[in-house]
């Protein structure tokens, strides 16, 4: 089921090896199958940007929606085939909720306030009640709402204190379960009544809790709660609503469970185990407490699978290093997946998968570190290196499909991709190691990466640059600014450059998540002010490219006007690209193309 791109991969072979070429690949993600069986759909960017498509039931696919901009969640409504989707506004993340009946292709809105956030939630078990969180009352907290699917009646059940998402209706339809959030590691759960807004907290405990994924089981008193209660990974847990005791079912003490999909019959769980970066699916029969590994489609990141109604498969997107994002499906006898969507490349260079390694940092901690080498030996004087950062700073770097990458190997350009301190997947201790007055302490792993780098044979150490995107866009200015010396050129898209200021003017409904991680602005005005790169901006001596969107709420513009406008006062070698219409991020092939385009001049003639 291959829907037919605009860039085919004719197009792409026609192109060479450009970088163009490498961002033909059509991606499919996000299945998901109506409760019958009957509907499968998925989102795609064959026309230019994600939009819904279905299977036609022939081996093929249709496209089922052609809106004005990306679409983000989607979903089923339970007891039908319509579908519940989300859009924003140029990659602004303030979502509207829209209602795809069966049988049509355009939508109806069912919220239509363009400066509120709306966060699609859960729907009760007949598909007669939506709910959702907005901040529509005020922009920094996220109430709760109720919406009647037949009468069209709207109401504010609970007024919330800061960031919360519905996560389920309770079976009889008379509560809801929702997250808060202090920070993305300290959740807390509550049973919201509807009809008074009585909030009664769910699994209480001593101690900071993730909650990863929650599903309420259909007896009505007992939930599967992924989560790190007690624990430095999490583990999935059954938990009685009533006593609120609890059982481990499953967890690992080096690997980590980032989701997990349940059964029909609530028999058989299917764990999404992520081991060092690299994404496997492991049955876990309830009853039994057995574990059963599925051979993955190539070594690379799920997302988290589907049990098909009917056939009780599962269904799955799966990426990799040498294969772009597509669908899959797998039995459960542990028989080889089978892909549904997938693109092939032609006309390209062979796709190099990574090497997993670790080295030393100033304090003496191991850096897990992803290693991308070219094809063949290293020539003369060694390769260039490109160190390239993760965002978040709660993320890792796993290896997904990276067009970027890939051409760079092109090139005869290492890549390395550090998971420095502060990042997921390694337990809440590597997490929460650079919080608060720590943060420095991940720019020092990324400084040890560039030494330990420099000090190979194979590579050339006065070649080596630095890129990161939104968080990791800071760690480039933070190592450019700390190490002036030590790069060769960086590539800035959408980072950090004075936290301040960033606090000031993120969206609020996320500002109190952002202080938890980097620190009050108030309390902690002198230290942010000394993480901060743009007070020493005077220090970058290599060449910067900066790449920016304007509608970018959690990383507003105005950071990289700011260094753009120093470096140039300064007459440092520093370009700028702005992006009209796209967010923290680029969501539209045309964007895409041009952000890399302009990538892979710079890099050319910097590095």
Known sequence: MTPTSPLTAAAAHSAGASIRAYFSLTEHRAPAISGDGGRM???????????????????????????????GKLSFVPGSRDLILTTDRGGNERHQIWHLRDGDTVPEPLTDAPRVVHGFGAMSADGGLMAYAANDRDP????????????????????????????????????????????????????????????????????????????????????????DRGRDRAALMRVS???????????????????????????????????????????????????????????????????????????????????????????????????????RPEGLPAFREPSLTSYTSFDGQQVPCFLYDPEGPAPEGGWPVMVIVHGGPELQWQPTFRADVQWMLAQGIRVAAPNVRGSTGYGRQWHEMDDLGNRMDSVKDLLALRDWLAAQPEVDAARIGVFGRSYGGF????????????????VNFYGIANFSTMMQTTGPWRRDLRAAEYGDPEEMAEALEVFSPIHRIEKIAAPLLLVHAFEDPRVPIGETEMVHSCLTGLQRDVEYLRIAHEGHGFARTENRLTVHERLADFITRTL
Not at 46 to 63: I, P
Not at 196 to 204: H, Q, S
């Open 140 to 227: 920094a907290k996220m109430d709760v709402l109720v919406r009647d699917m037949a009468s069209g009646t709207v109401r504010r059940v609970w007024q919330g204190q800061g960031f919360g998402e519905v996560l389920a209706v309770f079976r009889n339809g008379a509560s809801l379960l929702v997250k808060t959030s202090e920070a993305s590691s300290r959740q807390t759960l509550w049973r919201i009544r509807i009809a008074d807004g009585t909030a009664t907290e769910v699994f209480p405990g001593d101690g900071p809790t993730e909650y990863r994924t929650i599903k309420l089981l259909k007896d009505g008193v007992t939930m599967l709660a992924l989560c």
């Open 41 to 71: 759909v998925w989102l795609s960017n064959a026309s230019g940007f994600a939009q819904v498509w279905e299977a036609d039931g022939q081996g093929g696919a249709v496209q089922l929606t052609r809106m004005d901009e990306p679409v």
């Open 241 to 343: 609503l009533e006593s609120g005791a609890a059982k481990v079912l499953a967890g690992y003490d080096a690997a980590d469970i980032d989701g997990f999909a349940l059964s029909g019959d609530e028999a058989t769980a299917a764990l999404l185990v992520n081991r060092d970066g690299l994404d496997g699916i492991t049955l876990l029969d309830i009853a039994q407490g057995t574990l059963t590994d599925l051979p993955a489609p190539h070594p690379g990141v799920l997302s988290v699978p589907v049990f098909h109604p009917a056939s009780g498969a599962l269904v799955f997107s799966a990426e990799g290093a040498c294969d772009a994002p597509a669908l899959w499906t797998q039995a459960l006898d542990g028989s080889p997946a089978t892909a549904l969507a997938k693109t």
């Open 475 to 490: 760690m480039v200015l933070a190592a450019m600014v700390e190490a002036p010396e030590a790069w060769r050129m960086g």
